[in-house]
């Protein structure tokens, strides 16, 4: 069956008529082009489809898109400025290595967006138990942590720009 | 994944009804971490998705002072209990046992009900609820009844829910004063794991701080369903607790077990981590008590 | 050693598609939607040695949306893969593993695609398999391909220097073991894929994952060949790949199919794997079973290492075959020995097959080596740093390989580690320290029969640059490492640079990404491009100046004389003064880098790399000896890299090859039983989250290779080489058990710790 959802994504009103079995991930992906959210395994394991629902990450390949009405979704896509300034997070990525194929990054950002959004002064210990659903096979996490750690410092004021 | 109509009843009767006009070619869904995986798999092709995210009552989470019995609806998150202050400070148990349960990302949408309905061997969720004696309370389209959770499990995959029938919350009656309880996943890696056992303790105590009043040793991935060992409370029972005892309890509770050899690990390993976990969390619930005194 | 600073290399630079990675901008395999496209399934065998008795597509081929159906009658007999020829994409007539291709579909979903294959009825005659190698070679086996007459291959993988016997005889001690290691899994976090498509004229572009591209598109016109499409030209197009580890180091049935189902149903197919195939299809590394025995003198001096393995090849052969060309590095050439003999043997089971892998066999040899000289260092009552001191190789060694040892810090290395980690000091219960040192190739790896790589560059107008490399970016960084080094040379910024490493119709040829081989060969075509070019502008500059070439500098996007205030423009000024004069000239250059390292003749003696990368680790662990569980508290992984050309970058390299090789060593296994496997997901195959990760210090030292660009050396694999010797020796260290078989699981730890409980103490 079709249902036609209404929702924030990235800041702007949508409604969008889907299909009731749809994943928030298919929807973004397939049907909406943001194929910035990536399918990793398609079981929730990996974390590459990490958006934020509600403030909330989730894995958008367990979640159906009927369940995102009313709801405010956040991508990958609406991280940056409009003019193109990179968010904190995904500089903060950028310059301290924490990116190599990419394949995790953006919902490594996404988890890390989440966490700190929420609790901007995470300790070490919770970030780790933040990403530990966002697999990476290139970095060890080592870079990603420090990548994390100067975002977290940068966007509450105490490190350099 | 097959084609479904989605519905959203607002009531608990809404859903058992909706249950009745579709009896078979419907199912039920909470969180969905579980059901989406099976849906995509194929392993379960409803023609009706009845999504319980939309019945306020079920998720509810609420402590009443009076009677000091704890209420979790069944849709309760494992994330909104792993950051309960609440939970953390009473429950140490439900805390352990959520917190560790898949990733943050499944956490923040799969629900305590779904978890347990699930029924799988490692049911993290289970074992708790088990050891603080959760009541689950049922309802379907023959009404409402009560079962012990840890009578709720037949087998992997199977509860003692009959078609239609939803889980609606778990009742956790009052603690005794003294009680320490603990969790513990054990496994190869520290996050995303299915344990290759789970052991759950709680010991409450006498006024002397020393003597058993109760205590629960309940087991996860030791059987086909998340078990207690019974034997093993009993040697506890009454007793003066020590380093030594529990590790008696643990040899016990190795021996109840029913254990097996899976790929994700042999059976005499799993006993050995029985035997040791099972020590190593009673004398965690001791710390516990102590240090709420 | 004290490099000299430079304006580009050896800063840390942002990788540079990192913010549209970060964006969300990049286009994997998995993004790419071409006009027309149709969707590709393939069927895998149900058994894993089975004769096809039936088989039946008729039901599929009638569903609505279906293209197209093949089975191994539509394959021509000449498609076969690897380098053994040995396997067609679709199998006819028998099946010899669970990864076996039956059958594929396409159509105009994906999802009828899959539905389609479940159409498909194939009746299968089961047969014995064979799963053991070592039982495997035994004459009553069951064969797993009849017309082979044997189960083992017939490859030449055998060496003897000096004399193992009479050196053993002559030895104070002699240790002995055997050790087996396991089948991983690369777990690339992007799924593998293509898309093949023709044109009118029967032309093939092929959008796939590749680390060889130039290579692949030779396996891809070999296919065009056997399926009679003859002098037709093989486009090879690369997405942004996501995570590559030697995975993508062959091609693949998938690719194949791709392009027959193209082929036959005239549209652009894409097919792309689900994270089960991924782990099921997808070839690991190559597991061992290996016999080593090593001595030494009274002095603890080396006198022989003798090594012997039995390979399991799997049903089909790819590269996990030829490994043993890489183990024989360590077993020659690891430490100063003079006495070596190495024989390997590859024997087909019906288990999966095996590809390359980060260290191609390295890691292997090296858990084997590393781990008995810890056990002869203890034996002959000497310190085990002390005992790698002693042997450590030298520059200007020449091994009894024939390798030329040019630079080498392995002494600054195992220096290093000491320095970071009190490994002599005293320690609590249940903490241990364990060391374990690696050479790797660092300037390229002769196994095929070139080992270059091409570039051509460009420079418009603007001061901008185009450089078209045959080189491949992954993930790892050479995009950077190319971009930094040409920025370098032609005095310019790192953003001047474009780096295309995208297409076989623009780039030039290159071996491919492996064998830690980028930065040096790449890095060095770059290299060479880049000066003939700024070999002219000097010259330009020099007419212009009225100087000698020799007299110029160019830095940071100028172009002058030091010293004369006079005498300076912008590069770009000074590139439209020479394009829009009389007889003018647009600066554009090739280069083709071939290293001048050696084959390796019959004997297996040559030079394979122009150098060597060293490395020491060294890693402190704490046991719970009543549940067997490892932690790792502390690593050092120190490496000679001759001069690091992005240090941001290059520490990632370590730092993700070290973690890798923790799981190797610790938590990773592909789990068989009876050739299926079993555990296809990232719940059940347990690479390390981010509350595993471990603190890692990643000390560098900078030998200057002569033959390196800016002096750098290749360090893309060794971080994951010695990680599992260094865990194994520390936990032995801690408790004083010897792991033999990877992964170090709890259960194994504490089968271990309650055996030696059982032996009386001596």
């Known amino acids: ?127 780790k138990h933040a990403l530990a659903g966002n697999i990476c096979r290139c970095t060890g996490y080592v870079q990603i942590l420090e990548s994390v750690e100067a975002a977290k410092k940068h966007m509450s004021g105490g490190g350099q720009s | 994944m097959k084609e479904f109509t989605y519905l959203t009843p607002t009531t608990v009767e809404e859903a058992v009804s909706l249950y009745g006009q579709h009896s078979e070619t419907a199912k039920y869904m909470a969180g969905g971490t579980d059901v989406i995986v099976k849906l995509k798999e194929g392993w379960m092709e409803p023609d009706y998705l009845i999504s319980l995210k939309k019945i306020e009552e079920l998720s509810e989470l609420r402590k009443n002072d009076a009677t000091g019995d704890l209420t979790i609806g069944a849709t309760v998150t494992h994330a909104v209990l792993e950051k309960s202050i609440m939970i953390q400070k009473e429950y140490p148990i439900i805390h352990d046992a959520v917190s560790n349960i898949g990733s943050l990302q499944v956490r923040n949408v799969g629900t305590i ?52 029938e ?37 010991l409450s105590l006498e006024e002397d701080l020393e003597t058993c009043a109760k205590a629960r040793i309940v087991l996860g991935v030791a059987g086909p369903t998340p078990m207690r060992a019974y034997e093993a409370e009993k040697l506890l029972a009454g007793q003066r607790i020590t380093e030594d005892i529990l590790r008696q309890a643990g040899e016990k509770a190795a021996d109840e077990s029913k254990v097996r050899d899976s790929v994700r690990g042999s059976a005499w390993h799993r006993k050995e981590m029985i035997r040791v976990q099972v020590r190593r969390m009673g004398l965690k619930c001791m710390d516990i008590i102590r240090n709420n005194r | 050693m004290n490099l000299k600073e430079l304006n580009v290399v050896g800063k840390r630079i942002p990788k540079l598609d990192a913010a549209k990675k970060a964006m969300g901008r990049a286009e994997y395999i998995q993004d790419i939607k071409l006009p027309g496209m149709v969707y590709g399934k393939i069927l895998y065998s149900r058994y894993a040695h089975a004769n096809i008795v039936k088989m039946d597509t008729s039901r599929a081929r009638a569903l609505p949306g279906v293209l197209c159906v093949l089975t191994g009658d539509d394959v021509p007999k000449k498609m076969r893969m690897g380098f053994y020829k040995d396997n067609p994409p679709l199998k006819k007539g028998k099946v010899c593993s669970f990864r076996d291709e039956v059958a594929a579909v396409a159509a105009i979903s994906p999802e009828i695609a899959k539905t389609a294959l479940d159409m498909i009825e194939i009746q299968y005659e089961e047969l014995p398999g064979i799963f053991d190698p070592e039982k495997a070679m035994e004459p009553d086996s069951p064969l797993v391909h009849d017309y082979h007459k044997t189960n083992v291959l017939n490859l030449p993988w055998k060496l003897h220097y000096g004399d193992v016997e009479k050196a053993e005889k002559e030895s104070a001690f002699v240790v002995e073991e055997r050790f087996t290691t396991q089948w991983v899994s690369h777990c690339c976090l992007g799924t593998s894929g293509a898309i093949a498509l023709f044109d009118s004229s029967n032309n093939l572009t092929i959008y796939t994952n590749t680390q060889i591209p130039s290579l692949a598109q030779k396996d891809f016109l070999e296919s065009l060949k056997a399926m009679g499409l003859e002098n037709k030209r093989a486009r090879v197009i690369k997405p942004i790949i996501g995570g590559g580890f030697g995975s993508k180091l062959d091609t693949y049935a998938y690719e194949h199919i791709a392009i027959l189902l193209a082929h036959a149903c005239r549209r652009p197919v894409k097919i792309l794997f689900d994270r089960v195939e991924e782990f099921k299809a997808i070839s690991t590394r190559q597991p061992t079973v290996i016999y080593i025995k090593q001595g030494c003198d009274k002095n603890g001096k080396l006198t022989f290492r003798d090594m012997r393995m039995v390979l399991d090849n799997g049903a089909y052969t790819s590269w996990g075959a030829t490994t043993p060309s890489v183990m024989m590095m360590p077993i020659t050439s690891l430490y100063r020995v003079e006495n070596v003999r190495y024989e390997a043997k590859c024997v087909y089971t019906n288990n999966t097959y095996s590809q390359a892998m980060r260290g191609y066999g390295n890691p292997q040899a090296t858990f084997a080596i590393e781990s008995t000289i810890d056990m002869l260092a203890q034996k002959a009552g000497i310190d085990r740093v002390e005992m790698r001191r002693i042997n450590r190789n030298q520059p200007g060694d020449l091994t009894p390989q024939g390798f030329k040892i040019s630079s080498c810090g392995l002494s600054e290395c195992i220096d290093a580690v000491e320095k970071e980690m009190d490994i002599k000091g005293p320690r609590e219960k249940g903490v241990g320290f364990g060391i374990a040192s690696l050479i790797h190739v660092g300037g390229g790896a002769r196994i095929y029969k070139s080992d270059g790589c091409g570039a051509i560059l460009k420079m418009d107008d603007y001061g901008k640059v185009d450089i078209f490399t045959g080189g491949t970016d992954m993930g790892q960084g050479l995009d950077n490492i190319t971009a930094q080094i040409v920025a370098e040379e032609l005095g310019l910024l790192v953003e001047d640079i474009n780096v295309v490493h995208s297409d076989t119709d623009v780039c030039p040829w290159d071996v491919g990404a492996h064998a830690s081989r980028s930065t040096f060969v790449a890095g060095n075509a770059a290299l060479g491009a880049a000066k003939k070019v700024k070999a002219v502008i000097l010259e330009e500059a020099a007419k212009t100046f009225g100087v000698s070439p020799d007299q110029i500098v160019m830095k940071a996007r100028n172009i002058f004389v030091p010293g004369d205030a006079e005498k300076t423009m912008p590069i770009d000024k000074l590139l439209r003064k020479v394009h829009f004069s009389p007889q003018g000239k647009m600066l554009m250059a090739d280069y083709f880098y071939d290293p001048d390292n050696e084959n390796m003749g019959k004997d297996m003696k040559g030079n394979m790399s122009v150098t060597y990368a060293f490395g020491a680790h060294g890693v402190k662990v704490r046991v719970d000896e009543e549940t067997g569980k490892v932690e790792v508290l502390d690593y050092v992984a120190a490496h000679d890299v001759g001069r690091a050309i992005n240090p941001l970058l290059l520490e990632g390299q370590v730092y993700g090859g070290v973690v890798m090789g923790l799981g190797y060593a610790l938590t990773e296994e592909v789990v068989t039983r009876d050739g299926k496997n079993m555990n296809p997901n990232f719940r059940d195959y347990k690479l390390f989250t981010a509350k595993d990760a471990v603190r890692i210090k990643a000390p560098v030292v900078e030998t200057y290779d002569e033959y390196g660009p800016f002096g750098a050396k290749g360090i893309g694999e060794p971080g994951c080489v010695p990680t599992a010797p260094a865990v194994a020796n520390a936990i032995y260290d801690a408790v004083g058990v010897r792991i033999t078989t990877l992964p170090i699981t709890p259960e194994k730890v504490l089968a271990a710790l309650k055996e030696k409980k059982k032996r009386p103490l001596n």
């Open chain 1, 1 to 127: 069956m079709t249902t036609t959802i209404s929702f924030i994504l990235n800041g702007d009103r949508i409604s969008y008529e889907i299909k009731d079995h749809w994943t928030l991930l298919h929807l973004l992906r397939e049907e909406m082009g943001l194929i910035g959210t990536k399918e990793g395994c398609g079981n929730g394991e990996c974390g590459a489809c990490t958006v934020i629902v509600d403030k909330l990450a989730v894995n958008s390949c367990l979640y159906l898109a009927v369940d995102a009405d009313g709801k405010t979704v956040d991508t990958i896509e609406g991280l940056a400025s409009t003019d193109g300034t990179l968010h904190p997070l995904q500089q903060s990525f950028v310059d301290n290595g924490g990116i190599q194929c990419g394949f995790c990054s953006p919902g490594m950002i996404m988890s890390s967006k989440a966490l700190l959004d929420s609790n901007p002064n995470a300790t070490e210990d919770e970030v």
């Open chain 2, 113 to 164: 009900g779904g978890n347990l309905i699930n029924a799988v061997p490692s049911a993290d969720g289970a074992i708790p609820m088990i050891a603080l004696d959760g009541i689950s309370l049922i309802q379907g389209p023959a009404g409402e009844r009560s079962v012990a959770v840890k009578d709720l499990f037949i087998e992997p995959y199977k509860t003692v829910l009959k078609p239609g």
């Open chain 2, 166 to 202: 939803i889980l609606k919350k778990i009742t956790i009656p009052a603690q005794a004063p003294r009680t320490g309880s603990a969790y513990i996943k054990f496994g190869r890696r520290a996050a995303m794991e299915l344990p290759l056992i789970g052991i759950g303790v709680l």
